[in-house]
């Protein structure tokens, strides 16, 4: 697993340190997003839980949007203002169901890397805040750890697991039949979850290219498909 690069304040592991794939693996994913606005076109983005800003950062370089992105931890605000400066993001210190949201105004996409499985005890309430916050057809996009992969089942699943990553009380991964059920509970429809991506982040450098090698082949067939660490999320409000 790759180390703690950064604490919130309540001292959980929520940052990954850049090291081995850790990088690569964040930056296909960054993609993603940039190509999920871009489908749809969209002019005013929304990050939940940005954290130190990656993400968005690189999001607000790839379109001509208007991106903000919100966190709960002034500790990650704070590191993703001094870090990432561009005329068209913003920081915003946000709780998305104890705030006045609506000053933000509506959104044409709104994202997150690795966010929901913090609230899924809330879920149905944050995906019903974030449909409000949406205008009509606005995209949703998600990146969320995949239950049924042998890694995450350890970390997610297990007493050892939760204490060896320092997770959250309530922090829990995903099966891809939850979300598909969830969704449509908060008024999202053409719910797709994809199960993909192979490459953990913090493995060493060397093995990055062998996986993605061998990863088209794991990712096409449902054989292997489900063993995938992520599911990509996307609907459309």
């Given at each position: 697993?790759?180390?703690?690069?950064?604490?919130?304040?309540?001292?959980?592991?929520?940052?990954?340190?850049?090291?081995?794939?850790?990088p690569f693996r964040a930056s296909r994913r960054y993609g993603w997003?940039?190509?999920?606005?871009?489908r749809i076109g969209a002019r005013r983005i929304l990050e939940l839980g940005c954290g130190t800003g990656e993400?968005?950062?690189?999001?607000?370089?790839?379109?001509?949007?208007?991106?903000?992105?919100v966190d709960i931890s002034e500790t990650f605000l704070e590191r993703a203002r001094a870090t990432h400066v561009l005329p068209n993001l913003r920081f915003e210190k946000l709780d998305?169901?104890?705030?006045?949201?609506?000053?933000?105004?509506?959104?044409?996409?709104?994202?997150?890397?690795?966010?929901?499985?913090?609230?899924?005890?809330?879920?149905?309430?944050?995906?019903?805040?974030?449909?409000?916050?949406?205008?009509?057809?606005g995209g949703l996009a998600f990146i969320e750890p995949n239950f049924l992969n042998p890694y995450c089942a350890f970390i997610f699943g297990t007493r050892?697991?939760?204490?060896?990553?320092?997770?959250e009380p309530d922090e829990m991964a995903f099966t891809p039949g939850e979300l598909r059920q969830a969704l449509p509970k908060a008024g999202w429809r053409d719910v797709q979850v994809t199960t993909r991506d192979f490459?953990?982040?913090?493995?060493?450098?060397?093995?990055t290219r062998p996986i993605l090698a061998i990863e088209p082949a794991l990712e096409a067939t449902m054989l292997t498909r489900w063993l995938a660490q992520s599911h990509f999320i996307s609907a459309r409000a």
């Open positions: 697993m790759a180390g703690i690069g950064l604490q919130d304040e309540r001292g959980f592991n929520q940052i990954f340190a850049p090291v081995g794939s850790t997003f940039i190509a999920e606005a871009q993400a968005s950062a690189c999001v607000a370089a790839g379109v001509e949007a208007e991106v903000v992105a998305l169901l104890g705030d006045d949201v609506g000053r933000l105004g509506q959104f044409d996409l709104v994202f997150g890397n690795g966010i929901l499985h913090h609230l899924v005890v809330r879920l149905n309430d944050v995906l019903r805040a974030l449909h409000a916050l949406s205008n009509p057809g050892v697991g939760r204490r060896f990553a320092k997770l490459l953990l982040p913090g493995m060493p450098t060397g093995l």
